[in-house]
């Protein structure tokens, strides 16, 4: 394996000495302040939450959950399903939630108006593994840049009001907060409803999010028409993507997960870099950064216990390994990120 260059490795050392990168977090709510998994319920038709196509319609409802006092509490909400494709091939629809402002003061959902709940595709527990190994994903990218969803996990008691006999069902779920909320904790805003060149964006913050999702092998993404990024425009009028829905990733390697025709892979497993081709300098950097995150990458894997069936580590870490060997080897680098970079 070849070393890393002299520019690398001075910026690997600018790295480590000045703290770049590391995530600060503030105004974070109570919702996602804890970090233990929440008990919640819901009770909705799924046949008929998946029937419907407007996005701007959403069923009434509540959440039942249980409060930071330890007792059950539920709160009146609004939902609908989200994401055209899970929403054809899945038998559990993602969800979204509205919930009022009056109605969540108070209580542990107070600041979030708008929530996606990640569930399972299919009712069986391998797909319980994709959820938390989805989830995991979001964890890894935290130690790599400050502009994160914050996520929580809950166990999910899911009752099917379709047919006459309700059916209950105890999922692996967890929580995305609101893309405003994100923006108001830097200080930005979401740039809705208009294209934005990649070259436009910040460049360290791009190409962060551009080497994750070649860690992840996520290729299911465009910050130019938004998919799977929310863009957040800063005070300073920088251009900041906010990446989120991973479960089209090599790293999870969900079975129903497929990859474009428009692109030179066959499997969501082969790595592909989709970055823009940035100065030698940024790229370098970033390279550096990760190396040097690898210790605390890998250790979230180890540490985080929520209850991934331990058979999915091994591989997990894996594949991970894989992408910091790219990172490490000139040779490798240079064909896989260098002459990929768009």
């Known amino acids: 394996m070849k070393l890393l260059n002299k520019l690398t490795l ?3 050392f600018i790295f480590l000495f000045s703290g770049i990168g590391l995530a600060q977090k503030n105004d974070v709510s109570p919702l996602f302040s804890d970090k233990d998994p929440m008990q919640i319920r819901l009770n909705f038709s799924i046949k008929e939450m998946k029937k419907e196509k407007d996005d701007t319609v959403y069923f009434p409802s509540y959440i039942h959950y249980v409060n930071p006092a330890g007792s059950w509490d539920s709160l009146k909400i609004d939902m609908r399903a989200r994401g055209n494709f899970r929403r054809t091939k899945c038998f559990f629809p993602p969800i979204r939630i509205k919930i009022k402002k009056k109605d969540a003061e108070g209580t542990i959902f107070e600041g979030n108006k708008n929530l996606k709940l990640v569930v399972p595709c299919q009712a069986v527990s391998a797909h319980n593994d994709l959820v938390l190994k989805e989830y995991l994903c979001y964890k890894l990218f935290e130690p790599v840049t400050p502009y994160v969803f914050e996520t929580r996990l809950a166990n999910l008691t899911l009752v099917d009001e379709s047919g006459k006999n309700h059916k209950s069902y105890e999922v692996k779920s967890f929580w995305i907060e609101d893309d405003d909320v994100v923006a108001k904790r830097h200080g930005g805003k979401i740039a809705k409803g208009s294209q934005i060149l990649p070259q436009r964006m910040q460049p360290l913050a791009a190409t962060r999010q551009d080497f994750f999702a070649f860690m992840i092998a996520n290729t299911d993404w465009s910050s130019m028409v938004q998919h799977n990024i929310k863009v957040m425009q800063l005070e300073t009028k920088e251009y900041i993507p906010l990446a989120y829905d991973f479960d089209m990733s090599g790293l999870v390697n969900a079975n129903y997960a497929t990859t474009s025709e428009l692109l030179p892979i066959s499997s969501v497993r082969e790595r592909l870099y989709r970055g823009v081709c940035y100065s ?21 894997v180890d540490k985080l216990d929520i209850g991934l069936n331990p058979k999915e580590i091994p591989d997990f870490k894996k594949y991970l390994g894989e992408f910091f060997m790219i990172l490490k080897n000139d040779r490798l680098f240079k064909d896989q990120v260098l002459s990929k970079c768009r």
């Open 280 to 300: 030698p300098e940024i790229l370098e950097q970033v390279r550096a950064e990760y190396i040097a995150l690898e210790p605390e990458i890998m250790g979230i």
């Open 10 to 12: 001075t910026v690997l």
